[in-house]
């Protein structure tokens, strides 16, 4: 059978089994009062709302425990129990434009303020009147691009104003050979390609842009015998008939179907390695000239054709390091790419 106790908390009535009483327990009607009731802390009255809450009394030695929550305390400073409150808004004012009675603080009568109930009266008061700066008389001038008289304040004087009537005349008197970057505008030339005269600027001249007329003189200029990687034509001639796709083909078995510049895979790139013809002779095949031939990837075998000698000595050494560490059968290499029966 339960027994009534009454809550130490908050002195409600409530019924618990004697077991607990014996452990110790049935002090508190709930969990939030056997919390608080374990805490030591005091019961309050907060000073604005009057309602009771507990604090601990540790805050009450320093003062704090006076009000419920912030919101009341927020109230308790707010106002004339601000400890910066200087009277608030208790200075009567009449506005100028409609001459009604209003009041402000002290703070907005030393800024200027207080002199209008609104905006709209500030509005409809300076509505109409000259500003400040049109009190002053402006000056008379005579713009030096066009010769048309115009007039300015003496404050734009001061800073360098009042020599042009408007901006397109400034832009006109600084322009050419009046302007102070002026370094004599653009030289005739005469284009290396056609013979034919243009004018560049003396800035162009030094990034070595003003010796073709055009791109079509400048791209003419570096074709055939002009060119730096030319080679006498070689590319206009015709490879053995003998260096067909078979040929090609047996190549890259050979080398296991890849580079033998950099090791890639055939799979890697999606199409078929290209053969190369390591001397460069495209008449290998033909006239008793064995085949000397390697698989090389697209990008090795692009940049081959810039530095011929250093590919040339790798890819030599390559396959002679090859042979000798049986990486490679020289005899199967002779029968297969260099003398191939078909």
Known sequence: MKVKRICKTCGKEFFTIPAKIKNGGGKYCSKDCSYIGRRTIVKSVCLICGEDFFVHPSKIIHGLGKFCSKKCAGQAKSGENSLFWKGGKNIKCICKQCGKEFCVRSSNIKQGGGKFCS????????????????????????????????????????????????????????????????????????????????????????????????????????????????????????????????????????????????????????????????????EQGCNDKPFNLVPLCPSCHSKEIYNEEEYGKYINTTLIEGFKWGIWNEEEYMERVMYPGD
């Open 119 to 282: 905006m709209e009266c500030s509005a409809n008061f300076h509505r109409g009147k000259p500003n400040v700066k049109s009190r002053v008389e402006k000056i008379k001038r005579i713009c030096k691009s066009c010769g048309k008289e115009f007039f300015v304040y003496p404050s734009d004087m001061k800073f360098g104003k009042g020599n042009y009537c408007s901006r397109e005349c400034g832009r006109e008197a600084n322009r050419g050979e009046n302007n102070c970057n002026w370094k004599g505008g653009k030289i005739k030339c005469i284009c290396q390609t056609c013979g034919e005269i243009f004018y560049r600027f003396p800035s162009d001249m030094k990034n070595n842009t003003g010796k073709f007329c055009s791109k079509s003189c400048a791209c003419k200029s570096k074709t055939r015998e002009k060119s730096n990687n030319w080679k006498g034509g070689t590319s206009f001639v015709p490879y053995c008939p003998k260096f067909n796709e078979h040929r090609k083909e047996a190549v890259r078995e050979f080398f296991g179907r890849k580079c033998l510049a950099c090791g890639a895979d055939e799979v890697e790139f999606r199409t078929r390695l290209p053969v190369h013809h390591i001397d460069h002779d495209k």
